[in-house]
T-cell receptor, first 113, second 111 residues
Framework: QKEVEQDPGPLSVPEGAIVSLNCTYS??????FMWYRQYSRKGPELLMY??SSGNKEDGRFTAQVDKSSKYISLFIRDSQPSDSATYLC?????????????WGLGTSLAVNP | DTEVTQTPKHLVMGMTNKKSLKCEQH?????MYWYKQKAKKPPELMFV???????INESVPSRFSPECPNSSLLNLHLHALQPEDSALYLC??????????FGSGTRLTVV
């Protein structure tokens, strides 16, 4: 079993839809959770960074962490064609400079006009 | 300045060549990273520098040689690469308790 599982998709939705992206993990020591967006041929861009359980909102994006279920989610409201990208979850046990991120495979999202 | 700048953006090199990838950040981050990413895969950690010292080497072949001349610069020296080393090479930086900031990467093709 991989430490982090993420459905690679592809996921295709119409413009304006609510998108739900998810990752599950097996290591209960993970405390820091991140979502990155990666456009084709570009580096990953940090979207959301959360510590422990709970919700965090930033504009159209909401990140949720449920440590009891070892499950994290990213919701995108009013999705736009510009949201079409690969979304990667990543997590770590600590937040120091030597931390190692454990990544999901990434979910490919297409938002159709 | 909230960017990580990588040069060159594209590089084609032969298996006998020596080349270098460069990375620069001016955010005051004290950790810098090299990652390798193949198509449709997540980034794969290669090296971590913390306070300009190599702190993690993920058993990377010696044909990849990292260097951190100062707190803002990170180089990756390449020598005698193989075609399977063709990939997107990403540099990132971070400060404790925050996420990484990635550069746009160098797309490397080994012929």
């Amino acid at each position: 079993q991989k430490e982090v599982e993420q459905d690679p998709g592809p996921l295709s939705v119409p413009e304006g839809a609510i998108v739900s992206l998810n990752c599950t993990y097996s290591n209960s020591a993970f405390q820091y959770f991140m979502w990155y967006r990666q456009y084709s041929r570009k580096g990953p861009e940090l979207l959301m960074y959360t510590y422990s359980s709970g919700n965090k909102e930033d504009g159209r994006f909401t990140a949720q962490v449920d440590k009891s279920s070892k499950y994290i989610s990213l919701f995108i409201r009013d999705s736009q064609p510009s949201d079409s990208a690969t979304y990667l979850c990543a997590m770590s046990e600590d937040a120091g400079n030597n931390r190692k991120l454990i990544w999901g495979l990434g979910t490919s999202l297409a938002v159709n006009p | 300045d909230t960017e990580v700048t990588q040069t060159p953006k594209h590089l084609v090199m032969g298996m006998t060549n020596k080349k270098s990838l460069k990375c620069e950040q001016h955010m005051g981050h004290r950790a810098m990273y090299w990652y390798k990413q193949k198509a449709k895969k997540p980034p794969e950690l290669m090296f971590v520098y913390s306070y300009e010292k190599l702190s993690i080497n993920e058993s990377v072949p010696s044909r990849f040689s990292p260097e951190c001349p100062n707190s803002s610069l990170l180089n990756l020296h390449l020598h005698a690469l193989q075609p399977e080393d063709s990939a997107l090479y990403l540099c990132a930086s971070s400060q404790s308790y925050y996420g990484y900031t990635f550069g746009s990467g160098t797309r490397l093709t080994v012929v």
